[in-house]
Protein backbone atom coordinates (compact mmCIF):
# COMPACT_ATOMS: atom_id res chain seq x y z
CA UNK A 1 0.00 0.00 0.00
CA UNK A 2 1.26 3.29 -0.65
CA UNK A 3 3.09 4.48 2.62
CA UNK A 4 6.40 6.46 3.23
CA UNK A 5 9.00 3.99 4.89
CA UNK A 6 12.25 6.23 4.66
CA UNK A 7 12.57 7.14 8.38
CA UNK A 8 11.86 5.61 11.74
CA UNK A 9 13.32 7.99 14.59
CA UNK A 10 13.51 6.30 17.82
CA UNK A 11 12.57 8.81 20.98
CA UNK A 12 13.54 7.82 24.54
CA UNK A 13 10.18 7.05 26.46
CA UNK A 14 11.53 8.41 29.38
CA UNK A 15 12.35 11.48 28.19
CA UNK A 16 9.25 14.12 28.37
CA UNK A 17 10.95 16.86 26.84
CA UNK A 18 11.86 14.85 23.68
CA UNK A 19 8.13 13.28 23.50
CA UNK A 20 7.16 16.83 23.08
CA UNK A 21 9.80 17.36 20.50
CA UNK A 22 8.65 14.46 18.72
CA UNK A 23 5.63 16.22 17.46
CA UNK A 24 6.96 18.01 15.21
CA UNK A 25 10.11 15.76 13.66
CA UNK A 26 9.79 15.26 9.49
CA UNK A 27 10.45 11.67 10.05
CA UNK A 28 7.96 9.44 8.57
CA UNK A 29 7.68 7.19 11.99
CA UNK A 30 8.70 8.33 14.99
CA UNK A 31 9.14 5.39 17.60
CA UNK A 32 8.57 5.82 21.55
CA UNK A 33 11.29 3.49 22.78
CA UNK A 34 10.24 1.15 26.36
CA UNK A 35 14.25 -0.97 25.22
CA UNK A 36 17.26 0.22 25.11
CA UNK A 37 16.93 3.61 25.42
CA UNK A 38 15.23 3.78 29.13
CA UNK A 39 17.15 2.37 32.51
CA UNK A 40 15.30 -0.82 34.13
CA UNK A 41 14.16 1.35 37.01
CA UNK A 42 12.38 3.79 34.60
CA UNK A 43 10.20 1.63 32.94
CA UNK A 44 7.08 2.04 34.49
CA UNK A 45 7.97 6.45 34.57
CA UNK A 46 8.41 5.61 30.10
CA UNK A 47 5.01 3.54 29.89
CA UNK A 48 3.08 6.41 31.60
CA UNK A 49 4.34 9.23 29.61
CA UNK A 50 3.78 7.03 26.73
CA UNK A 51 0.58 6.57 27.34
CA UNK A 52 -0.12 10.41 27.86
CA UNK A 53 1.79 11.48 24.25
CA UNK A 54 -0.67 9.08 22.83
CA UNK A 55 -4.12 10.65 24.02
CA UNK A 56 -2.16 13.95 22.10
CA UNK A 57 -1.42 11.79 18.79
CA UNK A 58 -3.05 14.12 16.90
CA UNK A 59 -0.40 16.44 17.31
CA UNK A 60 1.97 14.62 15.93
CA UNK A 61 3.36 14.66 12.28
CA UNK A 62 4.42 11.46 11.85
CA UNK A 63 2.77 7.87 12.38
CA UNK A 64 3.60 6.97 15.85
CA UNK A 65 4.50 3.48 16.97
CA UNK A 66 6.42 1.87 20.20
CA UNK A 67 9.02 -0.06 20.62
CA UNK A 68 8.68 -2.78 23.51
CA UNK A 69 11.08 -4.27 25.44
CA UNK A 70 12.46 -8.03 24.25
CA UNK A 71 10.51 -11.34 24.65
CA UNK A 72 13.35 -12.62 26.55
CA UNK A 73 12.62 -9.60 29.18
CA UNK A 74 9.01 -10.87 29.90
CA UNK A 75 8.42 -7.19 30.15
CA UNK A 76 5.81 -7.16 26.99
CA UNK A 77 2.66 -7.71 28.81
CA UNK A 78 3.16 -5.02 31.06
CA UNK A 79 4.30 -2.41 28.11
CA UNK A 80 1.11 -3.67 26.08
CA UNK A 81 -1.27 -2.91 28.61
CA UNK A 82 -0.17 0.48 28.84
CA UNK A 83 0.67 1.02 25.45
CA UNK A 84 -1.86 0.02 23.93
CA UNK A 85 -5.12 2.31 22.89
CA UNK A 86 -6.12 5.03 20.29
CA UNK A 87 -3.75 6.59 18.91
CA UNK A 88 -1.06 3.91 18.36
CA UNK A 89 0.03 2.99 14.49
CA UNK A 90 2.05 0.23 15.03
CA UNK A 91 4.03 -1.57 17.99
CA UNK A 92 7.78 -2.92 17.39
CA UNK A 93 8.97 -5.90 18.81
CA UNK A 94 13.00 -6.05 19.47
CA UNK A 95 15.35 -9.05 19.39
CA UNK A 96 11.90 -11.50 17.80
CA UNK A 97 13.97 -14.85 17.05
CA UNK A 98 10.95 -17.02 16.19
CA UNK A 99 7.43 -17.36 14.96
CA UNK A 100 6.45 -18.79 18.75
CA UNK A 101 7.59 -15.87 20.37
CA UNK A 102 5.95 -13.52 17.95
CA UNK A 103 2.77 -15.31 18.17
CA UNK A 104 2.46 -15.45 21.72
CA UNK A 105 2.85 -11.81 21.43
CA UNK A 106 0.27 -11.07 18.87
CA UNK A 107 -2.16 -13.21 21.13
CA UNK A 108 -1.53 -10.91 24.00
CA UNK A 109 -2.17 -7.97 21.68
CA UNK A 110 -5.64 -9.22 20.19
CA UNK A 111 -7.22 -9.88 24.06
CA UNK A 112 -5.84 -6.15 24.45
CA UNK A 113 -7.90 -5.10 21.23
CA UNK A 114 -11.17 -6.60 21.77
CA UNK A 115 -11.19 -5.90 25.27
CA UNK A 116 -10.67 -2.37 24.21
CA UNK A 117 -12.76 -2.35 20.99
CA UNK A 118 -9.63 -1.15 19.04
CA UNK A 119 -8.68 -1.79 14.88
CA UNK A 120 -5.62 -4.36 14.86
CA UNK A 121 -2.47 -2.84 15.28
CA UNK A 122 0.62 -2.97 13.05
CA UNK A 123 2.98 -5.61 14.91
CA UNK A 124 6.44 -4.65 13.59
CA UNK A 125 9.41 -7.56 14.54
CA UNK A 126 12.85 -6.53 14.48
CA UNK A 127 15.25 -9.34 13.63
CA UNK A 128 18.37 -8.61 15.77
CA UNK A 129 19.93 -12.23 16.19
CA UNK A 130 21.57 -15.49 14.36
CA UNK A 131 18.17 -17.27 15.04
CA UNK A 132 15.89 -14.67 13.54
CA UNK A 133 18.24 -14.05 10.46
CA UNK A 134 17.65 -17.50 9.54
CA UNK A 135 13.72 -17.49 10.33
CA UNK A 136 13.57 -13.87 8.97
CA UNK A 137 11.17 -15.22 6.16
CA UNK A 138 9.00 -17.37 8.17
CA UNK A 139 8.82 -14.49 10.70
CA UNK A 140 7.75 -12.03 8.03
CA UNK A 141 5.20 -14.23 6.38
CA UNK A 142 3.45 -15.13 9.72
CA UNK A 143 0.94 -12.26 10.10
CA UNK A 144 -0.92 -10.11 8.40
CA UNK A 145 -0.10 -7.69 11.20
CA UNK A 146 3.58 -7.05 9.59
CA UNK A 147 3.84 -5.19 7.14
CA UNK A 148 7.78 -4.62 7.45
CA UNK A 149 10.79 -6.09 9.35
CA UNK A 150 13.55 -4.05 10.62
CA UNK A 151 17.19 -5.16 10.90
CA UNK A 152 19.24 -4.52 14.00
CA UNK A 153 22.48 -5.20 13.58
CA UNK A 154 24.54 -3.81 17.03
CA UNK A 155 22.84 -7.04 18.85
CA UNK A 156 23.26 -9.16 15.86
CA UNK A 157 26.64 -8.48 15.79
CA UNK A 158 26.97 -9.19 19.64
CA UNK A 159 25.20 -12.05 19.46
CA UNK A 160 27.60 -13.42 16.85
CA UNK A 161 30.65 -12.27 19.47
CA UNK A 162 31.93 -9.84 16.55
CA UNK A 163 33.30 -6.48 17.23
CA UNK A 164 30.99 -3.33 15.57
CA UNK A 165 32.69 -1.35 12.59
CA UNK A 166 31.21 1.51 10.28
CA UNK A 167 31.36 -1.33 7.28
CA UNK A 168 29.96 -3.76 9.46
CA UNK A 169 31.75 -6.82 7.67
CA UNK A 170 30.18 -9.32 10.14
CA UNK A 171 26.77 -8.44 9.75
CA UNK A 172 26.71 -8.26 5.62
CA UNK A 173 24.76 -11.50 4.91
CA UNK A 174 22.16 -10.97 7.29
CA UNK A 175 21.79 -7.28 5.98
CA UNK A 176 21.24 -8.62 2.84
CA UNK A 177 19.33 -11.41 3.35
CA UNK A 178 16.22 -9.63 5.60
CA UNK A 179 15.37 -7.39 2.72
CA UNK A 180 15.24 -10.78 0.63
CA UNK A 181 12.56 -12.20 3.22
CA UNK A 182 10.96 -9.35 3.53
CA UNK A 183 10.17 -9.35 -0.30
CA UNK A 184 9.57 -12.80 -0.55
CA UNK A 185 6.87 -12.53 1.98
CA UNK A 186 5.34 -9.53 0.47
CA UNK A 187 6.63 -6.97 3.12
CA UNK A 188 9.24 -4.11 3.09
CA UNK A 189 12.72 -4.11 5.14
CA UNK A 190 13.54 -0.79 6.97
CA UNK A 191 17.29 -1.11 7.16
CA UNK A 192 19.79 0.16 11.00
CA UNK A 193 20.55 2.67 12.47
CA UNK A 194 24.22 5.17 11.77
CA UNK A 195 26.02 5.16 14.80
CA UNK A 196 28.30 8.11 14.31
CA UNK A 197 26.05 11.17 14.41
CA UNK A 198 29.50 13.16 13.25
CA UNK A 199 29.90 11.37 10.14
CA UNK A 200 27.05 12.53 7.25
CA UNK A 201 29.39 11.24 4.46
CA UNK A 202 29.06 7.75 5.86
CA UNK A 203 25.38 7.80 6.33
CA UNK A 204 24.75 8.90 2.92
CA UNK A 205 27.30 6.07 1.89
CA UNK A 206 25.27 3.34 4.41
CA UNK A 207 21.90 4.49 2.85
CA UNK A 208 22.98 4.26 -0.48
CA UNK A 209 23.96 0.86 0.40
CA UNK A 210 20.95 0.31 2.16
CA UNK A 211 19.02 1.26 -0.71
CA UNK A 212 20.60 -1.12 -3.26
CA UNK A 213 19.91 -4.31 -1.28
CA UNK A 214 16.04 -3.62 -0.96
CA UNK A 215 15.64 -1.51 2.22
CA UNK A 216 12.70 1.24 2.32
CA UNK A 217 14.21 3.24 4.60
CA UNK A 218 16.59 3.58 7.04
CA UNK A 219 16.00 3.69 11.46
CA UNK A 220 17.39 7.11 12.56
CA UNK A 221 18.41 8.03 15.99
CA UNK A 222 18.83 11.93 15.62
CA UNK A 223 16.54 14.47 14.10
CA UNK A 224 19.55 15.62 12.06
CA UNK A 225 20.09 12.31 10.20
CA UNK A 226 16.43 12.61 8.75
CA UNK A 227 17.22 14.95 6.09
CA UNK A 228 19.86 12.83 4.64
CA UNK A 229 17.67 9.22 4.88
CA UNK A 230 14.71 10.95 2.88
CA UNK A 231 16.86 12.57 0.49
CA UNK A 232 18.66 8.70 -0.49
CA UNK A 233 14.94 6.76 -0.10
CA UNK A 234 13.19 8.48 -2.48
CA UNK A 235 9.39 6.72 -3.16
CA UNK A 236 9.90 4.61 -6.05
CA UNK A 237 7.72 5.31 -9.44
CA UNK A 238 5.89 1.82 -8.83
CA UNK A 239 4.95 3.64 -5.28
CA UNK A 240 4.04 6.98 -6.76
CA UNK A 241 1.95 5.48 -9.02
CA UNK A 242 0.10 3.39 -6.58
CA UNK A 243 -0.39 6.72 -4.26
CA UNK A 244 -1.81 8.39 -7.66
CA UNK A 245 -4.42 5.99 -7.97
CA UNK A 246 -4.98 5.45 -4.16
CA UNK A 247 -5.63 9.18 -4.07
CA UNK A 248 -7.76 9.60 -7.07
CA UNK A 249 -9.85 7.12 -6.64
CA UNK A 250 -10.96 7.53 -2.70
CA UNK A 251 -11.45 11.00 -3.79
CA UNK A 252 -14.24 9.99 -6.21
CA UNK A 253 -15.43 7.39 -3.46
CA UNK A 254 -16.19 10.47 -0.95
CA UNK A 255 -18.29 12.21 -3.70
CA UNK A 256 -20.61 9.33 -3.92
CA UNK A 257 -20.39 9.39 0.37
CA UNK A 258 -18.74 6.25 0.48
CA UNK A 259 -15.64 5.20 2.70
CA UNK A 260 -13.62 2.38 1.85
CA UNK A 261 -13.32 1.77 -1.79
CA UNK A 262 -11.19 -0.98 -4.27
CA UNK A 263 -8.49 -0.51 -5.75
CA UNK A 264 -7.25 -3.15 -8.35
CA UNK A 265 -8.70 -5.99 -6.32
CA UNK A 266 -7.51 -4.14 -2.77
CA UNK A 267 -9.42 -2.32 -0.01
CA UNK A 268 -8.34 1.09 1.02
CA UNK A 269 -9.84 3.60 3.22
CA UNK A 270 -9.08 6.62 5.05
CA UNK A 271 -5.98 5.31 6.26
CA UNK A 272 -4.43 4.69 3.14
CA UNK A 273 -5.50 8.15 1.46
CA UNK A 274 -4.05 9.60 3.86
CA UNK A 275 -0.95 7.69 3.76
CA UNK A 276 -1.12 8.35 -0.16
CA UNK A 277 -1.04 11.82 0.05
CA UNK A 278 1.83 12.06 2.19
CA UNK A 279 3.74 10.20 0.00
CA UNK A 280 2.45 12.52 -2.76
CA UNK A 281 3.11 15.57 -0.71
CA UNK A 282 6.81 14.73 -0.29
CA UNK A 283 7.80 14.51 -4.00
CA UNK A 284 6.92 18.01 -3.99
CA UNK A 285 9.10 19.08 -1.20
CA UNK A 286 11.92 17.20 -2.50
Keep these: MARLLRSLIFVPGNNPRFLEKAKTLPGDIVCFDLEDSVPLNEKDSARNHIKKALTERSEYKAEVYVRTNSPVSGLIPYDLRQIVQKGINGIIIPKVNNIKEFKKIEKLLAALEKKRKLKPIELIPSIESAEGVVNAYNIASSSKRISFLIFGVFDLLNDMSIEYSKQADGAKYARAKIPLDAKAAGKYAMDAIWQDLNDESGLEQDCIIGRNLGYAGKSVIHPNQISVVHRIFRPTKEEIEWA ?16 ATVVEGKMVDEVHFKRAKTLLDSIKSV
Excluded at 244 to 259: A, L
Design 244 to 259: EKVFKVYIESTKKNKG
